[in-house]
């Protein structure tokens, strides 16, 4: 089956504490994003990656690390996490992003709810 | 920057039509999609228009697009329980990298 996986779903973690989001794709996406949801601001882009060892900030990258070392994989590192970091964060591949079609069509995984304490 | 708007909040009775709108500011959008986040999961792509085009209709689902005022319309006919959820319009000037996301719209279906 298709499908962008992320873990944790959700976690509970305290301010300075170093942690890591995975996210993992089997559809040999090139494009790979990372966006955080907040209540009345939508989605936000983080980070993406245009390919293997090709990365690049979104919209709001402060406190964010990522890297992409494999095709499949896109792990988001919160190195000093803080409260306003507490959010849903979404990964999402896209399947063709020479195509302008293809580019918006983004293929998303089930989110990882993150409460910074 | 690009910025796209929506309303919070839409309430609608079951087998009635639901309008959700969006209004974006980059003129040079190519392609206008909107996406459904159904309770506790990602986003997935519902449908989509080329700027080039006023209507495409898929099944319940009609998108009305106002290039000159810049208003997107997602219209659901005879809606359903299922149709709940939050509906995020978002354009891209055809890159994926430059995909911006309205606010999202939260979808009631009342009984």
């Known amino acids: 089956e298709a499908q962008v996986t992320q873990n944790p779903r959700y976690l509970i973690t305290v301010t300075g504490k170093k942690l890591t989001v995975t996210c993992s794709q089997n559809?040999?996406?090139?494009?790979m994003s990372w966006y955080r949801q907040d209540p009345g601001l939508g989605l936000r882009q983080i980070y993406y990656?245009?390919?293997?060892?090709?990365?690049d900030k979104g919209d709001v990258p402060e406190g964010y690390k990522v890297s992409r070392k494999e095709k499949r994989n896109f792990p988001l590192i919160l190195e000093s996490p803080s409260p306003n970091q507490t959010s849903l964060y979404f990964c999402?591949?896209?399947?063709?992003?020479?195509?302008?079609?293809?580019?918006?069509?983004?293929?998303f995984g089930e989110g990882s709810r993150l409460t910074v304490l | 920057g690009e910025d796209v708007e929506q309303s919070l909040f839409l309430s609608v009775r079951e087998g009635d039509s639901s309008v959700i709108n969006c209004t974006y500011t980059?003129?040079?959008?190519?392609?206008l999609y909107w996406y459904k986040q159904e309770p506790g999961a990602g986003l997935q792509l519902l449908t989509y228009?080329?700027?080039?085009?006023d209507m495409k209709q898929d099944q319940r689902l009609t998108v009305l697009l106002n290039k000159k005022d810049k208003h997107l319309s997602l219209r659901i006919a005879d809606t359903q329980t299922g149709d709940s959820a939050i509906y995020f319009c978002?354009?891209?000037?055809?890159?994926?990298?430059?995909?911006?996301f309205g606010t999202g719209t939260r979808l009631q279906v009342t009984l």
């Open positions: 999402a591949s896209s399947r063709d992003i020479s195509d302008p079609r293809g580019a918006g069509e983004l293929f």
């Open positions: 559809m040999n996406h090139e494009y």
């Open positions: 990656s245009m390919n293997v060892e090709v990365t």
């Open positions: 980059d003129s040079s959008s190519t392609y």
């Open positions: 228009i080329f700027s080039n085009m």
């Open positions: 978002a354009e891209s000037t055809g890159t994926a990298s430059k995909l911006t």
